[in-house]
Antibody
């Protein structure tokens, strides 16, 4: 069974850091691009970041560029999101998602498997 | 950045109704448009990718159409399990894979 399991969420003070992890199973992890998507309480979905299957290409929303870093360890089947300089507006449920493609820009992507989400709360 | 809008923002419908949701991009995105369904407290689910391709396992009552800037998600006969919020997402520009604001479908 294809599964994604996020961890690492919690309560952090403004300006603090947090690292989210997403453990993948049931598929060849390195063959697929991965993304992080977040949802603030009562709000819609916001794409945060994406990474190609090899990890060689990364992409970020303007709202997190320079503060968040996406990475992956294909030997451990794990996706990461390092979040620094956290702000109150970063408070959200963070989902990791598997894409149906390996690299962006060739065929249309789409996030076909999602984790259950991990909650990040930024507050003093 | 490419901006996405959806209409309506919410709608009330009955089981068996035909439901249409519209999504518009601020510039042409070819067919790089996805549709997701989200139920309360749950992760989103991919319904349609590349504007009109039905994701594996998704019932055939869901269909997507459009290209360029205007897209449509249609549910041919609304079922009780279809009451949810629907989001479009452009996957054309890697600068930002923007989601639309969502359309909530609830029971009339």
């Amino acid at each position: 069974e294809v599964q994604l399991l996020e961890s690492g969420g919690g309560l952090v003070q403004p300006g603090g850091s947090l690292r989210l992890s997403c453990a993948a199973s049931g598929f060849t992890f390195s063959s697929y691009a991965m993304s992080w998507v977040r949802q603030a309480p009562g709000k819609g979905l916001e794409w945060v970041s994406a990474i190609s299957g090899s990890g060689g290409s990364t992409y970020y929303a303007d709202s997190v560029k320079g503060r968040f870093t996406i990475s992956r360890d294909n030997s451990k089947n794990t996706l990461y999101l390092q979040m620094n300089s956290l702000r109150a507006e970063d408070t959200a449920v963070y989902y990791c998602a598997k894409d149906r493609i390996t690299i962006f820009g060739v065929v249309p992507p789409g996030m076909d498997v999602w984790g259950q989400g991990t909650t990040v709360t930024v507050s003093s | 950045d490419i901006q996405m809008t959806q209409s309506p923002s919410s709608l009330s419908a009955s089981v068996g109704d035909r439901v249409t949701i519209t999504c518009r991009a601020s510039q042409s995105i070819s067919s790089y448009l996805n549709w997701y369904q989200q139920k309360p407290g749950k992760a989103p689910k991919l319904l349609i990718y590349a504007a009109s391709s039905l994701q594996s396992g998704v019932p055939s009552r869901f269909s997507g159409s459009g290209s360029g800037t205007d897209f449509t998600l249609t549910i041919s006969s609304l079922q009780p399990e279809d009451f949810a919020t629907y989001y479009c997402q452009q996957s054309y520009s890697t600068l930002s894979f923007t989601f639309g604001p969502g359309t909530k479908v609830d029971i009339k």
